[in-house]
């Protein structure tokens, strides 16, 4: 029988036992974790993102604030606002949502940001720790696709693990991350030469490559793991992932679905991400 890694399931349990530490603290009388997050312009899809995060922090009890700014607003007015919340001692998280007008330097921005309340993981500094060992902050979906298959208990020790896509959201960092964990990576793209005898040898099969139900039966090793990254509308609108779901179904051993598989794992990472950064501050750090 196919183990479906219900990453919606998950989420929800870890956003639970968040709400209730948050509760608490309350109690106790601490401050509450702040998450920050920073839209620019009118993009829609930017928009759908900001306001799904803002309803998770809502509901786990943080002091959630969207800085609303406009589309022409000047690159050093942008890194002047996130200074003033890398200074403020009340604010825990600081993200801004990309991507960014033209005229705005994406690298400067996510330099400007504090590493130690980088939640979203891209910093210069956190990519870099992750290279070398741990960072104080990881980029939420590669760490979501970790978590979710540690609670299935998938051993990644000495497995082959086959990436499809290079992005430096999810193909770059989840490499380091799958060495963190023993396991034996290669990564592939674009210019990869025959993908099949790639994706065939694979033992856990990651599709991060934004091309509906791309994978299917033939790409994927019985017995597999898969997992599905892809987040596309197909032509009849529906949201669907980069592996044709059903197809591969049958063949592989776990597999997560789309919609209620990595998504909600990547929000909540974040949400997790400015908890700890607020138990450092509290003094209250879990083990
Ligand atoms: P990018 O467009 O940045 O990267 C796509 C990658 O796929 C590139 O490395 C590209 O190769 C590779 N690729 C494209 N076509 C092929 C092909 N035919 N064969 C092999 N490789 C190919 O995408 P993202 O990493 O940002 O996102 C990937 C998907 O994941 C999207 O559907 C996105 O919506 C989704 N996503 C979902 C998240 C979630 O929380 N569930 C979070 C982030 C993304 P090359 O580098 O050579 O161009």
Redesign the pocket.
């Known amino acids: 029988m196919t183990v479906i890694l219900d990453g919606k399931a998950l989420a929800n349990k870890m956003q639970e036992d968040l709400a209730n530490e948050v509760t608490e603290w309350k109690n106790k009388g601490y401050r509450i974790p702040t998450l920050v997050v920073i839209l620019i312009g009118e993009d829609s899809a930017s928009k759908v993102y900001v306001k799904n995060k803002e309803k998770s922090a809502q509901k786990i009890g943080f002091n959630s604030i969207v800085r609303r700014l406009d589309i022409t607003i000047k690159e050093e007015d942008l890194l002047s606002i996130i200074e003033s919340y890398n200074q403020d001692d009340s604010v825990d998280g600081i993200l801004v949502q990309l991507p960014l007008p033209k005229h705005i330097d994406e690298e400067k921005v996510l330099l400007a940001i504090d590493p130690r309340k980088d939640v979203d993981g891209f910093h210069p500094l956190n990519v870099g720790k992750l290279f070398v060992g741990d960072p104080d902050m990881h980029p939420c ?1 590669p760490y ?1 696709i970790i978590t979710l298959l540690k609670e299935h208990n998938i051993q990644l020790a000495g497995k082959k693990v086959v990436i ?4 430096n ?3 770059k960092p989840l490499i380091h991350m799958m060495l963190n964990e023993d396991a034996t990576v290669t990564i ?5 030469k025959n ?1 099949k005898n790639e994706t065939l040898t694979a033992d856990v099969l990651v599709a ?4 509906a139900e ?1 994978i299917t039966s033939d790409y994927v090793k019985e017995g597999a793991v898969v997992v599905d ?4 509308r197909n032509s009849e609108g529906k949201l669907v992932g ?1 592996v044709d779901y059903q197809d591969v179904l049958p063949k592989v051993s776990a597999i997560t679905p789309v919609p209620g598989g ?2 909600p794992m ?1 929000i909540t990472m974040l949400m997790e991400q400015t908890m700890n950064q607020g138990r450092k501050y509290c003094g209250e750090e879990k083990e």
């Open positions: 979906t979501g499809i896509g290079r992005s959201i999810v193909g592939a793209h674009s210019k990869t993908l991060a490559i934004g091309q791309f990254v892809g987040m596309n980069d990595v998504g990547t």
